[in-house]
Each structure stands twice: as C-alpha cells, then as structure tokens.
C-alpha cells in the first residue's frame, strides 16, 4: 500500500537550514508529483509547492521561493525539503503529500521548531 | 492566486444533525475541488475530489457539490467520529490553495 514516510521533529536555531525527508512506498515514485505543505496553528494549510521526481521538475508557491528547496533521490524513493535562513515564522508542521491532482496520500508531518 | 473561502470556521451540529459547510472560490475552479478531513495530531485525509467524487472507505453519510465558485460538503445524521476540522482545496490552478477551515463539534 502506499505510504510516505517523514523525518522526524526538528528543533532548530533561527538562520539555520533544515532538510526534510518524505520517503515513499507501494506505488511508482517516479511517477507523481509531491507536494509539500505547510501547518501552523492558527494560519490553516499552505501549499508550498510540488516536485515530480522522475523528471525533477519543480514548482513553487512565490511565497516560498527562496525559502524552500525541493529535491528527490529515485534510487531510494525519497523526497526532500530544505528550508533555509529559519526564523520562527518557519515553526510549523510540515507534510509531504501524494499528488494525483488532490492529495489523497500524506506523510504524518514533521515538527519543525525555531528556537534559540 | 485564487482565494478558498469558507465562510464557517466554526460549527456546532446535534448528534444525528445535518451538516453544511460551504466553500467558495474567487474565480471559477471547474470543480477541480477537494475535500479534507483533519484530526488533531493527524494528516488530513481526503473525504471527495471532483466536488462531488468520494474517496473510497468514506462513509456515504458525506457528499460533495457544486459548481463554478461554490462547493458544498454535506454530511448527514453526524456522528461522533466526524469531529474535526473541514478544509476545501483547489487544485485547478498553482498556487493551489485551501480554505481557512471549518472546525466541527458536537452540541
């Protein structure tokens, strides 16, 4: 069955990078786009943007360009998310996500804390 | 970008009550519009796509419609397992965007 897989809770200091994992199982990773999202009490959910590993292309939500790097490793079905330059407003849940238009796999999230 | 707004973000139904939470888009979405359910400490998880296609394994007390702008999910005789909090996505156009959210609770 398909499952995507995270990295753990992250505590980190403000003007850090932090990379994030989202390995995948049970189905082509090649083939679908990740999508990465965003979750903060309060501020609801935000698309960060998208990559297809099989070709590397990617897209970004302008907020997060600069902020967010996506890249994807097929020989072990992992995709990543580094975030950089960190700052509180950084603090959030992040989720990975199967895309086949909507999102009907997510990863569990990843707890990512800025923090002095 | 296209803005997603629900225009509850707070609901309180009886047990067995119905439940209409509606969603509304700044421009049109050509019902690439999904629905999701989210738990606390949970992933959202994927209730109906299309506006009105239900994913497999959800109960048939929920539905999706509507057309253009405005979505409409419903869910009938609420149980207490429904408990949580609804968000709208459209995945018509990049960014794709969510609503803020509708939070469901029992009264």
């Known amino acids: 069955q398909v499952q995507l897989q995270q990295s753990g809770a992250e505590l980190m200091k403000p003007g850090a990078s932090v990379k994030i994992s989202c390995k995948a199982t049970g189905y082509t990773f090649s083939s679908y786009w990740i999508e990465w999202v965003k979750q903060r009490p309060g501020h609801g959910l935000e698309w960060i943007g998208e990559i297809l590993p099989g070709s590397g292309s990617t897209n970004y939500n302008e907020k997060f360009k600069g902020k967010a790097t996506f890249t994807a490793d097929t020989s072990s079905n992992t995709a990543y998310m580094q975030l950089s330059s960190l700052t509180s407003e950084d603090s959030a849940v992040y989720y990975c996500?199967?895309?086949?238009?909507?999102?009907?796999?997510w990863g569990q999230g990843t707890t990512l804390t800025v923090s002095s | 970008d296209i803005q997603m707004t629900q225009s509850s973000s707070y609901l309180s139904v009886s047990l067995g009550g119905r439940v209409t939470i509606t969603c509304k888009a700044s421009d049109h979405i050509n019902n690439w519009l999904a629905w999701y359910q989210q738990k606390p400490g949970n992933a959202p998880r994927l209730l109906i796509s299309?506006?009105?296609s239900l994913e497999t394994g959800v109960p048939s007390r929920f539905s999706g419609s509507g057309s253009g702008k405005d979505y409409t999910l419903s869910i009938t005789s609420l149980q207490t397992e429904d408990v949580a909090t609804y968000y709208c996505?459209?995945?018509?156009?990049?960014?794709?965007?969510f609503g803020g959210g509708t939070k469901l609770e029992i009264k």
């Open positions: 299309g506006a009105t």
């Open positions: 996505q459209q995945y018509w156009s990049t960014p794709y965007t």
């Open positions: 996500a199967r895309s086949s238009g909507n999102y009907g796999y």
